[in-house]
């Protein structure tokens, strides 16, 4: 399994982005899928989940800004960033889970300048 994410940048404040991952050894419809994001010093958070059946969760700093989405038959999973803030300057990686194992991806810089 293998996890590809892109469509970070550098965006202004209350500006939006969209992540894309893709997913290839298996099918993003049959797993969960969610996006973390880690900021220098600090640890990896979690951001946003799919799971299996389509329902989406968020941690409530999240929830209202951000999108996860997933397109079945292009095996992508997207996240979709709106009102983005400084504080959301991250590297941002997708996961999957497959055989009780964790595959993340390589990460995508997202910067948001005041």
């Known amino acids: 399994v293998q996890l590809q994410a892109s469509g970070g940048g550098l965006v202004q404040a209350g500006n939006s982005l969209k992540l894309s991952c893709s997913v290839s050894?298996?099918?993003?419809?049959?797993?969960?899928v969610s996006w973390y994001r880690q900021s220098t010093g600090k640890e990896r958070e979690w951001v946003a989940a799919m799971n299996v059946n389509g329902m989406t969760s968020y941690p409530d700093t999240i929830k209202g800004r951000f999108t996860i989405s997933r397109n079945n038959a292009k095996n992508m999973v997207y996240l979709q960033m709106n009102s983005l803030e400084p504080e959301d300057t991250a590297v941002y990686y997708c996961?999957?889970?497959?055989?009780?194992?964790?595959?993340w991806g390589q990460g995508t810089q997202v910067t948001v300048s005041s």
């Open positions: 050894g298996m099918r993003v419809g049959t797993s969960a």
């Open positions: 996961k999957t889970r497959k055989a009780q194992r964790d595959y």
